[in-house]
């Protein structure tokens, strides 16, 4: 793992402020969480937090509370995410780790490992944004969500999200980064 250039924070005019943004580069692995830089970001993040939610948790076991859609993993429950996010009581949770499927053909891999059908709903881009709006739902104020995928867009500010750090993680070749993003719900 080598660290990069860039580690950023300040404010922008209209008070808004900028997250701090760093820049690793790391081998890239499946189990996100096994990433160097992206687990020390997930224990960094999650300290001092009782309830931890992972609804896509793989081996992962940061989670109190976790699922996998497989069944080959040793997680609490085996729904689909959806499904699982919405037996979570609001407000109740202190963390969420959002580490879903980062393209729609992984979606759709996942769906057809297990035998699933895949419905139109699940293919389209409404299935992440009920997953994100189940989350602002179950997490408590002052609650964290840290997402992972190809993209950083989070949980986002139309859900009462503030964003505090984003961290790049590059793999080289022509991998795509993995981008980390850390917010709370104010
Ligand atoms: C990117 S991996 C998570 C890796 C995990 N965070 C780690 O560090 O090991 C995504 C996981 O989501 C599971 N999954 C895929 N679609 C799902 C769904 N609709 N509901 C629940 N779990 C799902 C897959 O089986 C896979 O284990």
Redesign the pocket.
């Known amino acids: 793992m080598t660290k990069d250039d860039i580690t950023v924070r300040g404010f922008l005019p209209d008070g808004d402020s900028i997250t701090k943004l760093s820049r690793f580069w790391s081998m890239s692995n499946?189990?996100?969480?096994?990433i160097p830089p992206i687990r020390e970001f997930v224990e960094r993040h999650i300290t001092g937090s009782k309830v931890i939610v992972?609804?896509?948790?793989?081996?992962?076991r940061y989670g109190t509370i976790t699922?996998?859609?497989?069944p080959a993993?040793d997680t609490d429950c085996h729904?689909?995410?959806?499904d699982?996010l919405r037996t979570i009581p609001s407000r109740s949770a202190d963390a969420v780790?959002y580490?879903?499927?980062?393209s729609l053909r992984?979606?759709v891999e996942?769906?057809k490992?297990v035998g699933m059908q895949i419905t139109q709903e699940?293919t389209q881009s409404s299935w992440r944004a009920r997953h994100l709006d189940e989350i602002s739902r179950i997490l408590k104020p002052g609650g964290k969500c840290l997402c992972?995928g190809w993209n950083s867009n989070g949980v986002g500010k139309k859900r009462g999200f503030e964003m505090i750090e984003v961290m790049l993680v590059a793999h080289g070749g022509s991998k795509n980064d993995t981008i980390c993003t850390a917010e709370v719900k104010l």
């Not at 499946?30 to 096994?34: D, I, P, Q």
């Not at 992972?54 to 992962?60: K, L, R, T, Y």
């Open positions: 499946s189990r996100t969480f096994l992972d609804p896509f948790a793989n081996e992962s699922n996998d859609l497989n993993f729904m689909d995410a959806l699982f780790l580490d879903p499927p980062y992984q979606v996942c769906y490992g699940k992972f």
